[in-house]
């Protein structure tokens, strides 16, 4: 028996992991890029900020991927499975998500904002593609599994703005 049927299971039950990563990708996407420009102007306005401070929480996420991705990807690569991680990084996504939509003030909007970063560097796609690779590497439809999972980046992007505006 074939290590990725008995990782996950029946060959044809493997392919709801791309699906329900493509739709992870899509939330996450929307909320990384989409739901922040979208709303700049009402942030500002409830918040009481100019537009170099409402986007002070973008760009700290930005530079907090920057610096990170490169560590973390190496403690990644480390773990037999990025499973676990992976898990628990989406639920504290999720967590902090909703955090965001409470935050009273600016500095809470950066503190949110980089720890979101650290969460989505966790559940984002670099460990989403490690799992498929693993799942799908050996009836080599890994390629296609991938192609799935990042549908989810352009879904975003025509998703999210129509129902925040």
């Not at 700290?60 to 992976?86: C, E, K, N, W």
């Not at 998500?97 to 503190?111: D, E, K, N, Q």
């Not at 439809?141 to 879904?155: E, F, Q, R, T």
């Amino acid at each position: 028996m074939d290590y990725a049927i008995r990782t996950f299971g029946e060959p044809r039950a493997r392919w709801a992991v791309p699906v329900s990563g493509m739709l992870t990708h899509c939330l996450q996407a929307a909320l990384v890029v989409f739901v922040p420009i979208t709303l700049i102007g009402v942030i500002q306005d409830d918040l009481h900020l100019n537009t170099s401070q409402a986007l002070l929480p973008i760009n700290l996420f930005r530079l907090t991927q920057a610096l990170l991705l490169v560590p973390i990807g190496i403690y990644v690569d480390t773990l037999s499975s990025p499973r676990v991680p992976l898990l628990l990084a989406l639920l504290f996504t999720v967590i902090i998500g909703v955090m965001f939509s409470f935050a009273p003030s600016l500095p809470y909007l950066v503190i949110y904002s980089i720890l979101f970063s650290i969460c989505f560097i966790f559940a984002g796609l670099m460990p989403m593609l490690l799992m498929l690779r693993d799942w799908f590497v050996y009836d080599r439809k890994d390629s296609l599994a991938s192609g799935i999972l990042l549908i989810g980046v352009s879904l975003a992007g025509g998703i999210s703005p129509p129902p925040i505006s």
